[in-house]
């Protein structure tokens, strides 16, 4: 694994470029960022592969037990066996290794799948795997639609176990293949709809940065984008005055260029179902405060867009759309915010913006979502646990917890007689 690693540090350039002409990633972005972080999520899980242990257990009877997490030896856990991973197309480099390294130090054999969109960086991975000494047949990358290759890997009567990060509406399908076939456990990281709260103690200025980060980044295309701004009515003028000019300088071009802040859409597919989603909004009644149209005749390229003065109960504010669209609205009480915030069938991410301790305390115990980004927003990391609550899925990628979802515990128990410590 720390092989591997090297491997792709010594290829960042070609991974980066392989990631922007399949999916529109900004370039300097994924030299910078997504390749480099990929190659350390390999070495993070690589380091603790010999780092998992089982336990003695103190029986109450006489008997001796303890639990297996391997078979390497009487202390360790046992690799879950075959997993598919089923990977979208907005991360294509960095959701691969957020489910290959913790499998693979696990134990674990796989067949990874990647989106259809955007298979190019999948296929080099398997290659340097090669190069690395990875056995073959340890991880397997098998390209096709989702309706064909995704669902075979559900179906699967010989794999073990499946991980899914998608839209929800598919990982209902992969849960009932899972069902219909060997009772596989799956694990889900699904669609989002995520509340920022902005509270009239913040830095106007930072809060308007933040949430035009939160839901710009990657075009948008990013399952935990802050795509609900809630902002509280003493400073929401003042920041919306503020949002419409700063958001003119996420400028919108060539993701080989790097003064670009915002790449094209993923394909025609989705180019397309942002701009519906857009008119929407405007048929529903709310207040276009930029952009809200192609940005280039060419491409599938979209201006940054903000609305205004948006009801719960409209489709751009209830509907994950995976674009470069917020849904601004204003609220009055702490109370009134938490509920706001929470009134979404999804539960993956969300933001707080606010001097107060007391406010960040309270908010964040009241929102139910698997992560709460305080006065920060995309603060990931490889140490901490990111997934879902409700129909955003169950299941960590990151952090020891990933690891343990590739992982079986066995007990042994073997009877004791005339033992003087029992």
């Not at 997490?69 to 202390?75: D, H, Q, S």
């Amino acid at each position: 694994m720390h092989k591997f690693a090297d491997l792709i540090d010594q290829h960042i350039e070609e991974l980066a470029t392989l990631d922007t002409l399949n999916a529109g990633k900004l370039f300097s972005w994924g030299k910078a960022v997504d390749i480099p972080s990929v190659a350390n999520t390999l070495r993070y899980f690589a380091g603790a592969a010999d780092k998992i242990h089982g336990q003695v257990l103190k029986m109450s009877r006489e008997l001796h037990a303890y639990t297996l997490l391997e078979p390497i030896g009487v202390t360790l856990l046992e690799p879950i066996g075959v997993v598919g991973h089923i990977i979208p197309w907005n991360f294509p480099c960095t959701l691969f290794f957020s489910k290959v390294a913790p499998a693979l130090a696990a134990g674990c054999t796989m067949v990874v799948k990647p989106a259809e969109q955007t298979p190019l960086s999948a296929l080099f991975f398997a290659h340097l795997a090669r190069e690395a000494g990875i056995p073959d047949g340890v991880m397997n990358v098998v390209v096709g639609y989702g309706a064909t290759a995704g669902a075979a890997i559900s179906a699967h009567m010989d794999v073990d176990k499946v991980s899914f990060t998608g839209s929800t509406e598919v990982g209902r399908k992969v849960m009932q293949a899972a069902a219909l076939s060997n009772l596989k456990p799956v694990s889900l990281e699904l669609g989002g709809k995520s509340p920022v709260l902005i509270f009239d103690d913040a830095d106007v200025d930072k809060a308007v940065d933040l949430a035009l980060l939160a839901i710009f980044y990657n075009k948008g295309e990013v399952c935990a984008a802050g795509s609900r701004v809630f902002v509280q009515e003493g400073i929401y003028d003042e920041f919306v005055k503020k949002l419409a000019v700063k958001a003119k300088e996420w400028t919108v071009g060539d993701p080989l260029d790097p003064t670009t802040r915002v790449g094209p859409q993923v394909n025609k597919t989705q180019f397309e179902r942002v701009l519906s989603y857009i008119e929407h909004g405007k048929r529903e009644g709310a207040t276009l405060l930029t952009g809200g149209k192609p940005a280039a005749e060419t491409g599938f390229y979209i201006q940054p867009t903000v609305f205004t003065d948006v009801k719960e109960d409209m489709m751009i504010s209830r509907d994950e759309i995976f674009g470069p669209v917020m849904a601004l609205m204003k609220f009055k009480t702490i109370e009134e915010g938490i509920k706001y915030a929470n009134n979404t069938k999804y539960g993956l991410a969300s933001g707080i913006v606010t001097k107060s301790l007391d406010i960040a305390n309270t908010v964040s115990r009241s929102i139910k979502a698997g992560v709460v980004w305080i006065n920060c927003y995309h603060g990931f990391d490889i140490d901490c646990p990111f997934g879902g609550y409700k129909m955003s899925g169950f299941g960590k990628d990151f952090g020891m917890e990933a690891l343990h979802k590739y992982l079986q515990t066995k007990a042994v128990v073997t009877p004791i007689y005339n033992s003087p410590w029992l």
